[in-house]
């Protein structure tokens, strides 16, 4: 693995960078922010400036107006944008537009794809993907899928209730995860407008970077063409493979920037506030929280690229995105907890942006999968030999 960037990626990474810090972040204190994320005419001003910029979906196949970005180009990417709160919104390429996008491309008939893909693509609409369930339904543990599809005539009828479904409210179309006659799992693809949909409720949840926070919402007899079926019958458990493992990477490609943006926002603050005689970075307790911010950082950022450069050569990743998610979640985790004590009263406020990264990144413990059922799946790769 070449670790050098080429000099169209760094021209890439800083332009990035430069419409990240002008802007993106001036808007991080905009009023239309609320509890369940930035607000659709926030979202559309965001979206409006990075396809201004050339920025906006880069990670799109270029025939759909994207940049076609590679894996590891993405990692440079989507870094930069994560370094503010706002920046996944603004590029679209936050969740979980950005995994759909990636299996609409890959499974989608060339119908659906100008239906339902161009348009998101263009970050003119949003979507969301209906699989996880309230007990006993699916949760980490997907094969407990609940949700049923059953065959009549030309169309499926879906009936079933999903939770934590990021991007719902105002989502014009869902990606739903059903469970067959027989047993198998399928994806279908439906408006969020037609009879049979009910968003019952959004959930109170410690992030807000999701337009449309996270909701609970049921089927009622939803009718769905055959024609709006996403990819073959009885393969969504496969399809939900080709959509999580490259997600999960990109879930630690934009948290590796908040993270670092936390780092930097602590970094500044040590070596300017004084205590006890001298600057907080002077004190060894402080440096060595700065230290061993660094290695998180660093150890973040090589399992984010060598498992990017995995899946550039073309290999599934299963187990090397698994082990990712458990290493960048944690990691970068650290990294920001170590910043609100660095930062001390000031991290604890909304006087610094750090408060906010900690509250939305608790969560990615969890999203995608907990690191224990990620450990518990490489461990049983790993004693059967298949790691």
Known sequence: MDFSLSPALLELQQRTRRFIAEEVMPLERDPRQTVHGPSEALRGDLVARARAAGLLTPHASR??????????????????????????????????????????????TPAQQERWLRPLVQGF???????TEPAPGAGADPSMLATTAVRDGDEYVINGRKWFITGAEGAAFAIVMARMEDGSASMFLTDMDRPGIRIERLMDTLDH??????????????????????GELGKGFKYAQVRLAPARLTHCMRWLGQARRAHDEALAYARERQAFGKTLGEHQGVSFMLADNDMDLHTARLHIWHTAWLLDQG????????????VCSEAEWRVVDRCVQILGG???TGERI??????????????DGPSEVHRHSMGRKIVAGRA
Do not use: W
Not at 125 to 131: K, N
Not at 356 to 361: E, L, P
């Open 63 to 108: 025939e759909l107006g994207g940049l076609g970005l590679s894996h590891v180009e993405k990692a440079i990417v989507f870094e930069e944008a994560g370094y503010s709160t706002l920046g996944p919104t603004a590029l679209n390429i936050h969740a979980p537009d950005e995994g759909n996008i990636h299996l609409l491309e890959q499974v989608a």
């Open 125 to 131: 609409t949003r979507s969301c993907f209906a699989m």
């Open 209 to 230: 970077c999701f337009t449309g926070g996270h909701a609970v919402m049921s089927f009622e007899n939803l009718r769905v063409p055959a024609t709006d079926v996403l």
């Open 315 to 326: 290999q599934k990743c299963n187990f090397e995105s698994s082990r990712a998610k458990v």
């Open 346 to 348: 000031q991290g604890v």
């Open 354 to 367: 750090v408060a906010r990264i900690f509250s939305d990144m608790r969560s990615f413990r969890i999203y």
